[in-house]
């Protein structure tokens, strides 16, 4: 027998050991549920069901064009806050408003909630939209690609339409 044979045997044992005492009770470390991903059918009826002109977007010009973003910003459910908040969840939510992210102090303090008219002034043109807040990106002067990004989002981070009103 060679000295790896024999060795292999010694390191699995431990390892083993540990994966059978965690059976049965999650714990800390326990991965969580996954996360739904949108089939491209789901994605299509999302996109239909936004308000115009969002109905209309590009889904995929929407994510070529937020590849600008992805430098500092991630959009998944859970996704970590990098240079820029975490997206997921955006609409609706109270701008600077992201829990442990270290906003400046022009956004901490805003008195507006994210929608989608707010982000489609903010992609235009962060500086002029709230002087004094932290972003670096000078904008996206085409309105094309700001539907186009604003209709991606809103599919990708998790937007709920407004439930239609009863009959």
């Avoid at 235009?124 to 094309?144: C, I, Q, S, V, W």
């Amino acid at each position: 027998m060679t000295r790896h044979a024999l060795v292999a045997p010694l390191l699995l044992a431990p390892l083993l050991t540990l994966a059978a005492c965690s059976q049965g009770e999650p714990s800390a470390t326990t991965p969580a549920a996954p996360v739904h991903v949108l089939t491209d059918a789901e994605k299509a009826t999302l996109l239909a069901s936004l308000p115009a002109p969002y109905n209309a977007g590009d889904l995929e010009n929407g994510r070529r064009a937020f590849a600008r973003c992805r430098a500092c910003h991630t959009i998944g459910e859970g996704g970590p806050d990098m240079a820029g908040p975490n997206l997921y969840g955006v609409f609706g939510r109270k701008a600077g408003d992201r829990p442990r992210y270290n906003y400046s102090n022009a956004m901490r303090t805003a008195t507006f909630t994210w929608d989608a008219e707010k982000l489609d002034h903010w992609l235009e043109n962060p500086r002029t939209f709230l002087p004094g807040n932290k972003m670096t990106f000078p904008g996206l002067p085409d309105a094309t690609d700001r539907r186009d990004v604003i209709a991606f989002l809103k599919v990708e981070t998790g937007y709920k339409p407004e439930p239609a009103p009863a009959s």
